[in-house]
């Protein structure tokens, strides 16, 4: 199933953001230049985002995730990969894994799977913080987080 989010990204700067689960597999302190804002264009195969309340009956099991990236200085137009690494399968329960960029949000997420990779390209230079995160659909409930992945583009 495919989820389109219509987000406003500054004039110059666009991310097309492509969410696959893959199966198990092992997957900076940034400076003060523009930050980049995505526009997602889908994520597949993730489930569609919910406004119901999650269970209460939500399992108790501990998480880890790890982030990781293909290319951390990418040139303008290049594709990369994000990849996401949880300790347990998100699929049997409440939980996603998700990418999340600071003072933005939620980019795409994965509803099923221990491994979520995402693939993105920056039309522009600039730099964007990453984080993934295992939480309930809707941003709450943050269960871990991962490793801060920052993103530098240039011509």
Do not use: W
């Amino acid at each position: 199933m495919v989820t389109r989010h219509t987000l406003t990204p500054p004039a110059a700067l666009v991310i097309l953001v492509l969410a696959l689960i893959v199966p198990h597999q092992q997957a900076l302190a940034a400076p003060q230049p523009p930050t980049a804002q995505p526009h997602v264009v889908g994520s597949s195969p993730a489930g569609q985002k919910t406004s119901a309340a999650p269970s209460d009956q939500a399992p108790n099991f501990v998480y880890n995730i790890s982030l990781s990236a293909s290319n951390y200085y990418p040139y303008v137009g290049q594709t990369i990969r994000l990849t996401a690494v949880t300790n347990r399968d998100v699929g049997p329960t409440p939980y996603n894994i998700e990418f999340y960029q600071q003072g933005y949000g939620q980019l795409a997420y994965c509803t099923y799977g221990s491994v979520c990779v995402l693939r993105v390209y920056f039309t522009s230079p600039g730099y964007a913080n990453i984080q993934a995160r295992v939480a309930y659909p809707n941003g709450t409930g943050i269960r871990a987080l991962s490793n801060t992945v920052t993103i530098r583009v240039h011509y």
